[in-house]
T-cell receptor
Framework: DTEVTQTPKHLVMGMTNKKSLKCEQH?????MYWYKQKAKKPPELMFV???????INESVPSRFSPECPNSSLLNLHLHALQPEDSALYLC???????????????FGPGTRLTVT | AQKVTQAQTEISVVEKEDVTLDCVYE???????LFWYKQPPSGELVFLIR??????QNEISGRYSWNFQKSTSSFNFTITASQVVDSAVYFC????????FGQGTRLTINP
């Protein structure tokens, strides 16, 4: 089963709101990712978790706060966002890569976020 | 530095035509991985293929085929007898934990 699920599908929030995006996978993957994608652009990596530990933070503003409660779940907590943060947020998972082997990532359907 | 170039921003063909999407990459690594993903209008990126730098064998999967040439740093993707359902944005990517994506090629298959 190569499925990554994300909730909600759509989210509209004000700049003072606090909300969370959720991602779940049951493929036994030990690496999970958050990406941001603006219209007509490729996905941009935000965070990488490997074995439930944050391994990469691509200098993302602190108004985005990731959390990995266990190996199957990944959250992205949102607070005091700006209108320019409106985008498609994609979650992905993969087997944990090492120096020799790189594995493909499986993506969820995304959460389309609008900040008003 | 790693870089992926997909020079074709948009391609539009009529159904049943063959179409090739170009991908050129730059890397100083001797061992690397290349990927193709499809993003239909629904938004989800769908994994299509992974290729490592030691395996230059071309691959065919149904109507899809991939041509990997290290000599020209290219990893091109061909769809044979295209169908309307192939309409999507296609991304070529390089790397692993940090995927370096090309800008994508928007493919439209017209009935």
């Amino acid at each position: 089963d190569t499925e990554v699920t994300q909730t909600p599908k759509h989210l509209v929030m004000g700049m003072t709101n606090k909300k969370s995006l959720k991602c779940e996978q049951h493929m036994g993957h030990r690496a999970m990712y958050w990406y941001k994608q603006k219209a007509k652009k490729p996905p941009e990596l935000m965070f990488v978790y490997s074995y439930e530990k944050l391994s990469i933070n691509e200098s993302v503003p602190s108004r985005f706060s990731p959390e990995c409660p266990n190996s199957s779940l990944l959250n992205l907590h949102l607070h005091a966002l700006q209108p320019e943060d409106s985008a498609l947020y994609l979650c992905a998972s993969s087997q944990a890569s090492d120096r020799r082997i790189r594995y493909e990532q499986y993506f969820g359907p995304g959460t389309r976020l609008t900040v008003t | 530095a790693q870089k992926v170039t997909q020079a074709q921003t948009e391609i539009s063909v009529v159904e049943k035509e063959d179409v090739t999407l170009d991908c050129v990459y730059e890397t100083r690594d001797t061992t690397y991985y290349l990927f193709w993903y499809k993003q239909p209008p629904s938004g989800e990126l769908v994994f299509l293929i992974r290729r490592n730098s030691f395996d230059e064998q071309n691959e065919i999967s149904g109507r899809y085929s991939w041509n990997f040439q290290k000599s020209t740093s290219s990893f091109n993707f061909t769809i044979t007898a295209s169908q309307v359902v192939d309409s999507a944005v296609y991304f070529c990517a390089l790397g692993a934990q940090k995927l370096v994506f090309g800008q994508g090629t928007r493919l439209t298959i017209n009935p």
